[in-house]
């Protein structure tokens, strides 16, 4: 029995490091992703705290540092664009179509009465013990 176990695990071996590799690479993207966002909320609070208390030449640096970044980086133009784009898009990938929300109710309680008829019905069926 030892060495049925042994071949086992060697031979899950294999799978268990793919698997490994995959949730240390899922990590390691989600890490920088937050790492991203995180800089530009910082950034966005230091620009509007510099607005509020600092003087303007120290806002005007800010901007002019950020707008170097975008010149010479495309890296700098997508972290910036995206968020953005974000923002502006996601709130239309929510939208339904035309209909009123007292139309949707209508339609989901007509689904609901649709699903509970077949479910009796299902139910009415096994008691008689006929067939699906």
């Known amino acids: 029995m030892s060495a049925l176990k042994k071949a086992i695990r060697l031979l899950i071996l294999p799978f268990r490091i793919a698997w490994m590799s995959v949730k240390v690479v899922g990590f390691l993207i989600s ?5 991203w966002l995180g800089a530009f909320v910082a950034y966005w609070v230091a620009l509007t705290f510099s607005y509020t208390f600092l003087p303007d030449a120290w806002t005007e640096a800010m901007w002019a ?8 980086h495309l890296w700098f133009r997508v972290a910036t664009i995206a968020p953005f784009a974000l923002l502006v898009g996601l709130p239309f ?3 339904k179509d035309g209909r009123t929300p007292q139309e949707r109710r209508r339609e989901e309680e007509e689904r609901h009465r649709q699903l509970n008829d077949d479910l ?3 139910q ?8 699906r």
């Open 120 to 122: 009796a019905a299902q």
């Open 65 to 72: 540092w950020a707008s170097g970044l975008y010149d010479r």
């Open 31 to 35: 890490s920088v992703l937050c790492l």
């Open 93 to 95: 990938a929510f939208l």
């Open 124 to 131: 009415f069926r096994e008691g008689l013990g006929l067939p």
